[in-house]
């Protein structure tokens, strides 16, 4: 089992920055690929970001490529989400998930191979 807590969020204006944490607890977490999920209201879970287990491969949703960073550190059993230059439609909850696979595949980008959610942290930016 591995319990994740999210944190971070808040309202921000158009432009402005959040840093997501997600700290986690129980099993090793280091021994994980984690990723980044959001969902706004009346839409589905979709993917932001993910990171391997040394956190030097990541990938990203094309709609935040370049204005997001996920990184982690795992000495504190912590992965964040660096959000600048965040817009209205950045508005969501947002997850942070083990992967249940240790690389890259076409799953990745699907909550169906996700163990282990956090409760998530609401984002909100305001035009």
């Known amino acids: 089992q591995v319990q994740l807590v999210e944190s971070g969020g808040g309202l921000v204006q158009a432009g402005g920055s959040l840093r997501l944490s997600c700290v986690a607890s129980?099993?090793?977490?280091?021994?994980?690929?984690v990723g980044w999920f959001r969902q706004a209201p009346g839409k589905e879970r979709e993917f932001v970001a993910h990171c391997n287990w040394s956190g030097g491969t990541t990938h990203y949703a094309d709609s935040v490529k370049g204005r997001f960073t996920i990184s982690r550190d795992n000495a504190k059993n912590t992965v964040y989400l660096q959000m600048n230059s965040l817009k209205p439609e950045d508005t969501a909850v947002y997850y942070c998930?083990?992967?249940?696979?240790?690389?890259?595949?076409?799953?990745?980008?699907?909550?169906?191979?996700?163990?282990?959610w956090g409760q998530g942290t609401q984002v909100t930016v305001s035009s």
């Open positions: 129980g099993r090793t977490f280091s021994n994980y690929a």
């Open positions: 998930a083990v992967d249940r696979s240790a690389t890259i595949n076409s799953g990745t980008y699907y909550p169906d191979q996700y163990d282990y």
